[in-house]
Structures are given as structure tokens and as C-alpha cells.
């Protein structure tokens, strides 16, 4: 299993200010997934962040909003930009099992933040 | 396209009865389907995981599920509740490594 770290586990941001969230994984992956949790609501799925290639963004979210950064095959960086209360929520990292095509996932324990 | 429904936003049992959660999915191809928990303050943890091979699953912490494709559904269950047990759960069917996730349902664990 992998072993995910994420900084900073929670904050409390001004309206209008950026964050970056990092993620560090203790093993090299391809790809590295990046989540929201809404207040009381289920996991959305952000992007996919590749080493070398720019992010994959789902419908909803893009770039300018959400720029990515993958430097190397064990670390990603989330950014929340111009940052409004709707952006509170948690942001978790995620990675994938060690055996291809299982589908499973492993999941960082999340970054809390909290737009004033 | 592929999704997930949790009949129930939340369930409370007392310690020692057992734990149901419910869950049909939808999906256009055979699914890989998913139990997640998530503690408090904490990151999702896989609790099992169905991948086309035997319909009963069996999971960490005494938890199970029964996939049945006739119903499309994959309900959580474990027959003593404990109070750690208390958490959220979520159900969740996969596509080519993007999970979709049910809207989860939160447990609670009476003395």
C-alpha cells in the first residue's frame, strides 16, 4: 500500500487569496488524483495529474481555478485560486493500488480548508 | 456512464446488532465495486472490494458484501456493530481507475 502525505491538513483562508495543497507519496506512481469533499457531501473527482503531461480536469472544474503541478512521479501540488466560501471543503490526493486495472485507490487523509 | 445510490443517508444501531447499508449501482459493463470508510478527521480507507470473482466479499473489520447483479446491488453488511464502527461509508463503482461515489451514509453506534 502506499504511504500519502498531504500539507497542510487544514487552514483558514481570506477570500480572494490562493493555497497550495501538496502531496507527497512514498512511492513512484503515474498517476495521482486529485478530490473534493463538500461540506456533507460525497467525493468529486477534480483531475488526474500524469508526470509530464498537463492535468486532465473533469467537467466543472479548470485550470486557471485549479492549476496542477506533477514535478515528479512522487509529488503533485493542488492550487485553489481566488479562493470564495464555496472552495471549503476537504481536497484529498489520491493514488492507484498496486495491481493495475483493480480500480482501488489510496487516499491521503485530506487537506481541511475553511474560506472566510 | 456508471454511478452508485446509497439508500440511506444514515443509519444508527445499537452495539452489538448488526450493520446493513445499502447500495445499487449502475453500470454499462461489469463493475469493479468499492466499500469505503472515512473516520473522523480522517482519509478513506478501503474497507473491500469487488472485482468479478466470487460474489461474497469479505473486508477488513468483520465487514462483508454480496454482490448481486440481478438486483445491482452491493450491500454493506457486518453481523455485531462495534462503537468504532462509527464512521461514514462509502459505495463506490469504478471505471478505469475514476471511482464514482455515492452521496455515502453516515453511521452511528449507540451503548
Redesign the interface.
Known amino acids: 500500500s502506499a504511504v500519502i502525505s498531504q500539507k497542510p491538513s487544514r487552514d483558514i483562508c481570506q477570500r480572494g487569496t490562493s493555497l497550495t495543497i501538496q502531496c507527497q507519496v512514498d512511492s513512484q506512481v503515474t498517476m495521482m488524483f486529485w478530490y473534493r469533499q463538500q461540506p456533507g457531501q460525497s467525493l468529486t473527482l477534480i483531475a488526474t495529474a500524469n508526470q509530464g503531461s498537463e492535468a486532465t480536469y473533469e467537467s466543472g472544474f479548470v485550470i486557471d481555478k485549479f492549476p496542477i503541478s506533477r514535478p515528479n512521479l512522487t509529488f503533485s501540488t493542488l492550487t485553489v485560486s481566488n479562493m470564495s466560501p464555496e472552495d471549503s471543503s476537504i481536497y484529498l490526493c489520491s493514488v492507484p493500488g498496486e495491481r493495475a486495472g483493480s480500480g482501488e485507490l489510496f487516499f491521503g487523509e485530506g487537506s481541511r480548508l475553511t474560506v472566510l | 456512464a456508471q454511478s452508485v445510490t446509497q439508500l440511506d443517508s444514515h443509519v444508527s444501531v445499537s452495539e452489538g446488532t448488526p450493520v446493513l447499508l445499502r447500495c445499487n449501482y449502475s453500470s454499462s459493463y461489469s463493475p469493479?465495486l468499492?466499500w469505503?470508510v472515512q473516520h473522523p478527521?480522517?482519509?478513506?480507507?478501503?474497507l473491500l472490494?469487488y472485482?468479478s470473482a466470487a460474489t461474497l466479499v469479505k473486508g477488513i473489520n468483520g465487514f462483508e458484501a454480496e454482490f448481486k447483479k440481478s438486483e445491482t446491488s452491493f450491500h454493506l453488511t457486518k453481523p455485531s456493530a462495534h462503537m468504532s464502527d462509527a464512521a461514514e461509508y462509502?459505495c463506490v463503482v469504478?471505471?478505469?481507475?475514476?471511482?464514482s461515489?455515492?452521496?455515502?451514509t453516515t453511521v452511528t453506534v449507540r451503548a
Do not use: E
Request: glycine share 18%; charged share 20%.
Open positions: 469493479s468499492f469505503y478527521n480522517k482519509g478513506l480507507q478501503l472490494k472485482t462509502f469504478s471505471g478505469d481507475y475514476k471511482l461515489f455515492g452521496a455515502g
